[in-house]
């Protein structure tokens, strides 16, 4: 068996992978919490573990992979409230649409995708048992996390407390007794989702759903905890701490995270207008450009979006399938994984960047041949290198037909104005046919009292 290597945010260093069970590999990805349409640097964890799940799936008999969901949280509240729906309608949409984004981003469906507000019973039973190990208190309503109780809390993170305290991006609370500690229960606001508990009807923090659910589907210990960098703190510090404190071991062997992901070298953010929501990104590319631009660079290292980025995304994909298109995928050879350069790539910690530039090579290759065996046998190698990407999962036909609907901004633009022209010069006839031709591409015109504004359809 190939082996396989990862980075480990634990011990900061690079390791072999040993499950503790062969026979079922376990891991756990913290979801989305559902209250809008994500970024596309929210889909980089579900592309990127989407890929472990693939590469585990090929090299292991069994994986369970749980990603949970998010659905009791501040934000849910207020933008409820701002919308003027339930929060069930609100979740039970963005839950919809993320599915559907997920599907057109070719992430294979999790094993498990558990709900925060289905496991409060779970949530519920570890607070106690903090209690009975004495790592909380009770506090006006709330239940705190003792963190001067945790031995080393940090060791994830690799923070130490006073420096935190120091830092004092922390909360200070009355009902604290230290501005470490984190809430594990507190009291709902007036009107807002709330459950009965043994410290009155309340809601509870963030951190212990998902100690409850990796607890309920993995076990006190599993294999991987993964998720985006910016959760190693708290998020994940909290998680482990409350584990250790219940169950008194760590909770995950291996703790994979991913890097950030940047717009033309900045954060995203609402005050420089510059975030680009996943939805509108699979509005305009197709899944697998936007997948394969998530997959372009290291995960552990910063992913900056650019137009250039795209471009270069869409042209590989164009030059991965016109070299599948060169050969006969029906009649290509069986290729056995164990000599699949992807394969290899990937085992030496998910190096996506390689395992593409494996699949260029085969390309280049098959552009050069003439020898319609050896086209047909790296159409085989292609093609199933690629499979373990969630990458060339379409019909060649199928791709070309549709990048051939697409069509640019500036064309769209040239074609308004064209169309200006003609109703200006009365030629009705070539202005309704610019109309048809970019219906026909998927774009819809409208004319408003300020000018021809478009719309995908
Ligand atoms: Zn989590």
Redesign the pocket.
Known sequence: MKKLQLYNSFSNSLEDFVPLDESNIRI?V??PTVYASPHVGNARPLVIFDILFRLLRELYPKVTYVR?I?DVDDKINAKARDRKISIGELTNEVIEEFHKNTALLNVLPVTYEPRATAHIAEMLEIIQKLIDNDFVYESQGHVLFRVRKMPNYGMLSKRNLDDMIAGSRVEIAPYKEDPMDFVLWKPSEEGMPAWNSPWGKGRPG??I??SAMSRKYLGEQFDIHA?GQD?MFP??EN?LAQNFGAFGCIMANYWIHNGMLLVNGQKMSKSLGNIISLDDALRRHDGEIVRYILLSSHYTKTLDWTDKLVAQAKHSLNRLYGALKKGDIKIAGVVENSDNPVLEALCSNLNTPLALHTLHEIADTIYKSTSSDEINELSGQLKNGAALLGLLSKECEEWFRQESKLISEEDIERLIAERKLAKAEKDFRRADEIREKLLEKGIKIEDTSTGTIWRNV
């Open positions: 756990y913290c979801g949970n998010t963030w951190h759903e998902c998720g959760l998020h994940h998680e």
